[in-house]
């Protein structure tokens, strides 16, 4: 069993930044940061495998950076350049085998998630 907590969401003026943390108890292959806006589907943001291979959703590549360290159990999202919609609840989470995607149904331990809120 694998627990998640984030942290870091808030408020943020558009252009701002934010960090979000997500500490875990156990180290899974693949990690991830999804988000689910008011009235939408939840949608996958970024993923790191164990390797520090990472992939990101087109709608934040070059703003967003998602990073590990399993040595203090802590999954990182930096987000720069924030828009407004990317106003959400963003959720870590962690799946295990060794083929990682952006699919929500593929994770099997989720965070409680942070909100974000980013003003105009």
């Known amino acids: 069993q694998v627990q998640l907590v984030e942290s870091g969401g808030g408020s943020v003026q558009a252009g701002g930044s934010l960090r979000l943390s997500c500490a875990y108890t156990?180290?899974?292959?693949?990690m991830a940061w999804f988000r689910q806006a008011p009235g939408k589907e939840r949608e996958g943001v970024a993923y790191?495998?164990?390797?520090?291979?990472?992939v990101y959703a087109d709608s934040v590549k070059g703003r967003f950076t998602i990073s590990r360290d399993n040595a203090k159990n802590i999954l990182l999202l930096q987000m720069n350049s924030l828009k407004p919609e990317d106003a959400a609840t963003y959720y870590c989470?962690?799946?295990?085998?060794?083929?990682?995607?952006?699919?929500?149904?593929?994770?099997?331990?989720w965070g409680q998630g942070t909100q974000v809120t980013v003003s105009s």
């Open positions: 790191i495998t164990d390797l520090h291979t990472t």
């Open positions: 156990a180290s899974t292959y693949c």
């Open positions: 989470a962690a799946k295990g085998g060794s083929f990682c995607r952006l699919y929500e149904s593929d994770y099997n331990y």
